[in-house]
């Protein structure tokens, strides 16, 4: 087994997806001022059908993924956040934050860096509860009317979006700023995430395909929101 490559498994080594849903011929990698760091969680790195972590990491350039739990003893991310180049900033909800959807935004003269925590909502919030050293850090969040597309996936609300689309409405947000200047660029992220939400319903509606859920597939207006999700404060709110 140690001589067995991705490609003897039939994954694409790039994008790290099986051979026939294979992403890369979607994907348009582009140039940004602002760095991203998106921390994955272990079980999205190995688990995860859709991977939006993975493939937003191969459209943005100026970006990098480090897949752990607790980060504080993790020597690239300390590189990172004490890289004299970037202002930090942490894409997480919270009392105090950034609206990177005001009018009036300021981030300092050094070039933004935005930490993204990749992982599900209760994965989410064990990282941040172990990585201290975000604890500090400004938090930025955004205002918006959108909805997730994520159909394949559950979301614990509507407005809860995935990391991609997180990452792409806070791109449209810097460019209205005129900090970004991505001119349209950043709409492949969005492009890609809805190429392989588009290929996981196929599948999911495919009956002759053996799945890996213990219930049919539904729509998302079809689903009933849990109880335990009244509980958790975990998503960006509209104010």
């Not at 941040?128 to 159909?151: C, D, G, Q």
């Not at 449209?172 to 190429?195: Q, S, W």
Request: charged share 25%; with cysteine; hydrophobic share 35%.
């Amino acid at each position: 087994m140690d001589n067995v490559t991705p490609k003897m498994m039939n994954l694409c080594l790039t994008c790290r997806r099986r051979l026939r849903t294979c992403l890369c011929e979607f994907i348009h990698p582009f140039e940004t001022e602002s760095r991203f760091l998106i921390l994955m969680h272990p079980m999205e790195f190995k688990k995860e059908k859709v991977g939006t972590g993975r493939f937003t990491h191969l459209i943005l350039k100026n970006s990098q993924i480090l897949v752990d739990v607790g980060f504080d003893e993790n020597p690239q991310f300390l590189k990172f956040i004490h890289d004299p180049d970037y202002q930090t900033y942490v894409l997480y909800p919270g009392d105090e934050t950034i609206n990177l959807s005001g009018d009036e935004v300021e981030l300092g003269s050094k070039k933004a860096q935005f930490v993204v925590i990749d992982g599900t909502w209760p994965c989410a919030k064990k990282m941040m509860k172990l990585t201290t050293a975000l604890h500090n850090i400004p938090r930025v969040s955004f205002k918006t009317t959108r909805r997730s597309e994520f159909k394949v996936k559950h979301q614990p609300l509507p407005e809860c979006l995935s990391t991609v689309e997180s990452i792409h409405q806070v791109l449209l947000d810097l460019n209205r700023l005129g900090i970004e200047k991505t001119v349209g660029a950043e709409e492949n992220l969005m492009n890609v995430f809805r190429e392989t939400v588009k290929q996981q319903m196929e599948m999911a509606s495919d009956s002759s395909r053996p799945g890996y859920r213990r219930k049919a597939f539904s729509l998302p207006e079809n689903r009933k929101i849990s109880k335990k999700w009244q509980s958790r404060l975990l998503f960006f709110r509209n104010f």
